[in-house]
């Protein structure tokens, strides 16, 4: 092999790297689902609009200084970190105004105090809370960052969603690729795998633009709540992960 084909080799090498990497799914969810590709997710953030499929967001309002005071259900939380806003969109006219924060203090457990408990042991971490249009159940998010720097695949972002009357959503971190890329980061988590009762009903990847999969058989209201939480999981990515908890 000539010694200038090399480089011609490494070039082919990155080009394929660039492309979308699927991360590695529940072989269930493949086969019920279909990836959804994101929209929005790249250049620049104001007026961003994350979109995939049948769903869509406003365009997202972000607070861009360090702290700044927003309100949720008439409660105002003064130490929000960079909070995010926008109201999710899903077929049948169905919606949900989404906000989340990369920083939380036990005020804003005082909705429900359906995660007090996951919230004691988390110490740097992101919350939401997504609340439907159609006077259905209101969710609490909340995904602790691992802030390792280690490409251990056990080291990832992992979090829980729970609605006023103890329904639970299981948010698993992931590092798994479907196929193994050249110059991946292994420390950051690529995307995040969604169960209730142990049985996968959505994925999101957030590697380059981001992919979304939703179980065919999930209801109407589970949709929106699937791609309310998706489209939290993937604006979370540009939100400061150096939260310290009050």
């Not at 409660?75 to 909070?83: D, G, N």
């Not at 203090?105 to 439907?132: C, E, V, W």
């Not at 720097?149 to 009357?165: M, Y």
Request: some cysteine; proline content about 3%.
């Amino acid at each position: 092999m000539k010694r200038k084909s090399i480089p011609f080799l490494f070039a082919l090498a990155l080009l394929a790297s660039c492309s979308t990497a699927d991360i590695a799914i529940s072989d269930n969810l493949r086969q019920n689902s279909s990836a959804l590709p994101v929209t929005g997710n790249a250049g620049l953030l104001i007026n961003q609009k994350i979109a995939f499929g049948a769903y869509h967001t406003s365009p997202v309002k972000r607070g861009w200084t360090q702290r700044t005071e927003f309100s949720v259900l008439g409660i105002k939380h003064e130490k929000a970190r960079q909070p995010i806003e926008f109201t999710q969109f899903a077929p049948n006219g169905l919606s949900a105004d989404v906000v989340g924060s990369s920083d939380y203090n036990s005020n804003m457990f005082d909705l429900f105090k359906g995660l007090q408990h996951y919230a004691d042991r988390f110490t740097n971490g992101f919350f939401g809370i997504i609340i439907p249009h159609n006077n259905g159940h209101v969710w609490e998010v909340l995904v602790e960052n691992d802030n390792s720097g280690t490409a251990l695949k056990s080291e990832t972002d992992n979090g829980i969603a729970v609605d006023d009357r103890g329904n639970m959503i299981e948010i698993k971190g992931t590092k798994d690729l479907a196929k193994n890329k050249f110059f991946t980061d292994d420390t950051k988590t690529f995307g995040y795998e969604l169960f209730r009762n142990n049985e996968p009903i959505a994925a999101v990847s957030v590697v380059g633009n981001g992919k979304v999969w939703i179980k065919n058989s999930l209801n109407e209201s589970d949709q929106l709540l699937i791609a309310s939480l998706a489209s939290l999981l993937i604006t979370k990515q540009n939100v400061s992960r150096n939260s310290v908890r009050n």
